[in-house]
């Protein structure tokens, strides 16, 4: 059995690819996901669970100002919103944040913020 950091796992989600799907199982939808670790090894991961949560109802034009990265204006965009939650992956979709266009930064305005909290 070879031994994974959490990074490890993470990037395996993050950049693998799904080999399989188990609908079956009782906890939900769980999948079977075949990627790279940080030091090159190739790892299937087959107990990833996710609860996707949304927030498209959240109506929202607000300036989020410039970037306190770089400088550039942030721009209003729908993101995914990812969060360990014991050992569990939950993806909350249609979240209203404000992206930098040149670094890629994210914020969210502080109601948001605790609608994610009321979420999870």
Known sequence: MIELL???VERVIATGRIRRRFSRDPRGARYEVVGITT??????HNDVCVKLK????????YNYGKCHVCGE???????KQD?????KLIVIESVPAGVCPQCGEKIVKADVGRHLASLL
């Open 6 to 8: 959490r990074f490890d």
């Open 39 to 44: 030091d090159e090894r190739e790892v299937v």
């Open 73 to 79: 204006q942030m721009e209003e965009r729908r993101i």
């Open 83 to 87: 969060f360990w939650l014991k050992g």
């Open 54 to 61: 949304t927030m498209r109802n959240h109506k929202s034009t």
